[in-house]
């Protein structure tokens, strides 16, 4: 039989559209309808699990599922010994902690004695603890940001991304307990053959988040601002320079990353390049 590496998504939510739109790009479709639990690849040899990210952790733990992607929080909140194979950069947020916006906020020693609410009892008490604060701990699920306002709690430790359900609750966010995003983890002792397919994921991962950080553009230079255009261009070896049909011009071809795609433009700019084009990446393979 042929061997199939099992992953576990989350099964709704933002985290599984980000997940299921990174297979897509690296070549991995399912067959997967709505509602569906278990679905299979018809083009690579991976079936998957649409489950609750809490139950993410344990599910590849126990070797359930071989792999996962799963909220960094969730990963430190069950405690499991599990393989960090991939940090994929996507749903991004932060776990902090929040007090109502009335309240005046001097420091952690705010919370000493106070009770806060928060569906991540184990990642607060260790950030308590480090701080040296006091604080009753009061576990629940679901809306935690209503805690303050009906009496429940006196500050929240909850996600948080954008922060408008927090203003939409008259709290303000005022510690960050923790950074999170979406991690590719794996079980222990992955077996040869499953740790062959999960090292070619980790493979087309890795070109389509190349190409999604990098954009490729061509322009006409001038040739006697050519030295100054490649000193400029932070390609991977260097850029392609092709003569043009009108004398004293070049074609020039590179790829700059996304984070200093302006700066640089307006460099080139400014030193002559005109005609410059740019064009996204679909893949790209380092």
């Not at 985290?15 to 070549?27: I, P, T």
């Not at 067959?31 to 018809?42: E, H, Q």
């Not at 009061?138 to 009496?151: D, F, K, L, N, Q």
């Not at 929240?156 to 303000?172: E, M, Q």
Request: hydrophobic residues 45%.
């Amino acid at each position: 039989m042929e061997t199939k590496i099992r992953i576990a998504l989350q099964k709704k939510g933002r985290l599984n559209e980000d997940s299921l739109r990174l297979l897509k790009e690296a070549g991995i479709k399912f067959n997967a309808g709505s509602g569906k639990l278990v679905a299979s690849s018809p083009n690579f040899p991976i079936e998957v699990l649409f489950l609750r990210d809490d139950d993410i952790p344990q599910t590849v733990a126990d070797s359930v599922a071989d792999i996962g992607i799963v909220g960094e929080n969730e990963m430190a909140e069950k405690g499991f010994d599990l393989t960090i194979a991939k940090r994929l950069g996507f749903s991004k947020c932060r776990l902090s902690l929040a007090v109502p916006k009335a309240d005046e906020y001097a420091g952690t020693e705010y919370f000493e004695g106070k009770k806060i609410a928060t569906s991540y009892p184990v990642i607060l008490e260790k950030f308590l603890k480090e701080k040296n604060i006091k604080a009753d701990i009061h576990e629940i699920t679901g809306s935690v940001e209503i805690a303050p306002g009906i009496g429940l709690a006196d500050g929240i430790c909850d996600i948080v991304s954008s922060g408008s359900t927090l203003v939409a609750n008259r709290l303000k966010e005022v510690e960050v307990v923790m950074q999170s995003e979406a991690l590719l983890v794996s079980a222990p002792n992955l077996s040869a053959e499953k740790q062959q397919l999960l090292d070619e994921i980790i493979f087309r991962i890795n070109a389509v988040m190349a190409a999604n950080s990098n954009k490729y553009i061509l322009m006409n230079v001038p040739n006697d601002k050519l030295d100054e255009i490649v000193e400029v261009l932070p390609g991977m070896k260097s850029p392609t320079i092709l003569p043009l049909a009108d004398k004293g011009w070049s074609s020039v071809h590179s790829v700059i990353q996304e984070k200093k795609f302006w700066e640089i433009i307006g460099q080139l700019k400014n030193l002559g390049a005109e005609g410059i084009l740019v064009i996204p990446i679909e893949k790209m393979i380092l």
